[in-house]
């Protein structure tokens, strides 16, 4: 298959080794990955924010940069479900919001073919054993987004459990939020504190060596957490684990989505 990866903001400026995972696993099954530099962000700020004619330009800029190569890709991959849920659920209802029915329409099409990663691979590519070697005990944080707007359910958990070597620990209130929420940790910071508080005790008393999601947005604030208050799992994109090999093993770095040195 070719498949266009939109790295998402938070992953291109914070987590690229993310978006370099994703390619990694994808063409490690055979299949072509396409990037347009064009690509900028889905707008998920705005409209999450309630700000749907600011976020309307973006969200043409989104369907302008995709909708050309609807034809020559047979899916988009976002490796997050925050930003897969704004192009499938929120960008038809901002074309609504400013009467813009031409948008609404491509902003569909676009979204038809937008995938989260573990959508991608379990209902489009039809795996969930992909060769993965990760000899760590992990434990599953499912984000909002992605159990609530798309609904990924078992998904990540199946492509985890074929992991060799992995070994999963359940997560103590696992479909509690983290408190990140973009702009609600900003505006609500006590209450996204407490939440992430309770959050990362979780994590830690689950006795994981990492907390995996599909959310690096998430993992930042998780792993924020379990790093300022001195825990020691670490927190891991499910692409990175899913991208590790026996040969070519994944070691975790010393980055905003682990901790610090």
């Known amino acids: 298959m070719r498949i266009s990866l939109m790295t998402t903001c938070l ?37 999450n924010s ?26 988009i991959v976002m490796p997050s479900g925050s930003c897969t849920g704004c192009v499938r659920d929120q960008h038809q209802l901002v074309a609504r919001h400013e009467g813009d029915s031409e948008l609404e329409q491509r902003a569909a099409a676009v979204a038809a073919k937008t995938y989260e990663l573990s959508e991608l691979l379990v209902d489009v590519l039809k795996v969930t054993d992909v060769g993965a ?22 998904r990540p958990l199946k492509l ?35 939440m992430v508080t309770d959050k990362a005790e979780n994590v830690v008393r689950s006795g994981a060596e990492f907390v995996v ?4 947005s998430c993992l930042m604030n998780i792993g924020g957490k379990l790093r300022r208050t001195g825990a020691s799992p670490r927190s891991v ?7 590790s090999t026996k040969e070519d093993p994944f070691i975790p770095a010393e980055t905003i989505l682990g901790r610090a040195p």
């Open 160 to 194: 985890l459990r074929a992991v060799e070597g992995l070994e999963m620990k359940n997560l103590p209130e696992s479909d509690s939020c983290c408190g990140f929420g973009g702009t609600f940790s900003v505006k609500n910071d006590a209450t996204s504190d407490a």
């Open 11 to 47: 992953v291109d400026v914070v987590a690229p080794d993310v978006a370099r995972a994703t390619v990694i696993l994808l063409e490690r099954l055979g299949h072509e990955v396409v990037f347009d530099k064009r690509q900028t962000c889905c707008g998920q700020m705005h409209t």
């Open 133 to 154: 070697y990760f000899p760590h005990s992990v434990t599953y944080h499912p984000t909002c987004h992605s159990m609530r707007f798309l609904k990924v359910g078992a």
């Open 50 to 75: 309630g700000y749907y004619t600011e976020a309307a330009p973006i969200v043409r800029s989104f369907v302008d940069t995709f909708e050309p190569a609807l034809e020559s890709v047979d899916a």
């Open 213 to 216: 999601a599909g959310d690096a």
């Open 237 to 243: 994109h499910l692409a990175q684990i899913l991208a």
